[in-house]
């Protein structure tokens, strides 16, 4: 199994988790910074995901049968990738989507990054399609939010994305919390709040259970 990151300390958590849940799997991590950040200087996104395909199939060549995408703002790469390969490749935010999808029809969609809106509302309309469901999605974006977090303030980040969190969770069945860099804060928010919040991570760590326990 592979993972493909952008932001390095999602590949210290995802190290730990599969230690943690996943002992017996073999594992290994592609960390390319510059793919999100070039996206969110703007750049070309044609470009970015070509690269991130060539990230993907290099985890495929070294052998890895499913390769893990955790970077949501790049996801649309796997959509173009899995024609290329024969190995498993899945977006992190897959189960997210799938359960976001069965939990309520007014669905929130909470980002930090700019880049991650448009794949996280088309993702979840996929599964909604994918489910003959009928859903609304309203967005709440705080780039201030991700600054103050590449700054090295966690605390403020926290903090922005709670008010944002609260805000948003007034007017919606179910909170998506559309990064995994927001996941930490999940089980405050889900007490706090009064509809379900959702994040990635731990939903991706169920899937990958699943399969295993499958093979």
Known sequence: MAFVHTVAFLADEFKRSM???LPA???FHILNESLLQ????GAEKTDVYRRCVEQILL???AGAELI???CSSTS?????VRGLTSSQVLKIDDPLAATAVRAGERIGVLCTATSTV???TSLLRTHALQQQRSISIRTEVNPAAYRALMEGNRELHDDMVRESARKLAAEVDVLVLA???LAHLRKDLAVELSCPVLASPPLLMQELQKLAAAK
């Open 25 to 27: 799997i073999d594992c």
């Open 68 to 70: 893990v995408v955790t």
């Open 38 to 41: 070039d996206l969110l200087r």
């Open 118 to 120: 448009d794949p996280s």
């Open 19 to 21: 230690k943690e849940q």
């Open 76 to 80: 649309p790469a796997v959509d173009i």
């Open 59 to 61: 985890a495929a060549d």
């Open 179 to 181: 990064q995994a860099s």
